[in-house]
C-alpha cells in the first residue's frame, strides 16, 4: 500500500498565498498521476489541479486557474500546489491522491489524510 503525506496547510489572510506540498511512500511522485482536490464542509469533494506522469500536462479546475499552479519537485520527491491570491470560498481540506498509471482514468489509488487550508476575510 502507498501512502500519501500532505503538508503545508495553514490559516492566512484573503490574497495571500499557501504552498501545499504532497510525497508518497513508495517510488518517485513522477511515476504516478498526481492530483489535488478539496472538501468544505458541507460540501462534496472537488476537483482542484493534476499533472499527469508522463507529459507533466497539468489541469485545473475553473475556480483556481491563474491562482494555483500544481508542479513537481524530483528533488524533493514532492508534488506542490503553490496556492496565490486566496479567497475565503478556498477554505476547505485538501487532499492529494496519486493514480497508478494503469488505473483507470478519473480514479485515483491513494489518498492523503488532508491538510486544512483557512482563509479569512
Not at 506540498?21 to 478539496?38: D, I, Q
Request: proline share 2%; hydrophobic share 35%; charged share 20%.
Amino acid at each position: 500500500q502507498v501512502q500519501v503525506v500532505e503538508s503545508g496547510g495553514g490559516l492566512v489572510q484573503a490574497g495571500g498565498s499557501l504552498r501545499l506540498s504532497c510525497t508518497t511512500s513508495r517510488g518517485s511522485v513522477g511515476s504516478y498521476h498526481m492530483a489535488w482536490f478539496r472538501q468544505a464542509p458541507g460540501k462534496e469533494r472537488e476537483f482542484v489541479a493534476r499533472i499527469a506522469w508522463s507529459t507533466s500536462n497539468v489541469e485545473y479546475a475553473h475556480s483556481v486557474k491563474g491562482r494555483f499552479t500544481i508542479a513537481r519537485d524530483y528533488k524533493q520527491n514532492t508534488v506542490n500546489l503553490q496556492m496565490n491570491n486566496l479567497r475565503p470560498e478556498d477554505t476547505a481540506l485538501y487532499y492529494c491522491a496519486a493514480r497508478e498509471v494503469t488505473t483507470a482514468a478519473g480514479k485515483y489509488d491513494y489518498w492523503g489524510q488532508g491538510t486544512q487550508v483557512t482563509v479569512s476575510s
